[in-house]
Nanobody, 121 residues
Framework: VQLQASGGGLVQAGGSLRLSCAASRRTFSSFARGWFRQAPGKEREFVAAINWRGDIPYYADSVKGRFTISRDNAKNTVYLQMNSLKPEDTAVYYC???????????????WGQGTLVTVSS
């Protein structure tokens, strides 16, 4: 497994969770990294992405101001801090890596297995 996502769980609305995605190879420190999510019965959608240096984040409008993406290249890990969670944030969250920043799934060629986030009302 090249990307291992963790940190999902059950949280009440208004709560917080932090997801982590650890890469098995240092190569990914030069890749853009992203988070996508797929809610039950819906297509997978973009959540956030960050460039390889970690100084340019990009967010979906639905999470802007609530979620923060960051990375620690020394640990080959990217994080997604999720605050003020809403029931509509319930989904399986996937991390991904790719050669450049993108909000499109096709921009990422390596995917993790996903971690489930459930937000209760």
């Amino acid at each position: 497994v090249q990307l291992q996502a963790s940190g999902g769980g059950l949280v009440q609305a208004g709560g917080s969770l932090r997801l982590s995605c650890a890469a098995s190879r240092r190569t990914f420190s030069s890749f853009a990294r992203g988070w996508f999510r797929q809610a039950p019965g819906k297509e997978r959608e973009f959540v956030a992405a960050i460039n390889w240096r970690g100084d340019i984040p990009y967010y979906a409008d639905s999470v802007k101001g609530r979620f923060t993406i960051s990375r620690d290249n020394a640990k080959n890990t990217v994080y997604l801090q999720m605050n003020s969670l809403k029931p509509e944030d319930t989904a399986v969250y996937y991390c991904a890596a790719g050669p450049k920043m993108s909000s499109d799934e096709e921009g990422f060629n390596v995917w993790g297995q996903g971690t489930l986030v459930t937000v209760s009302s």
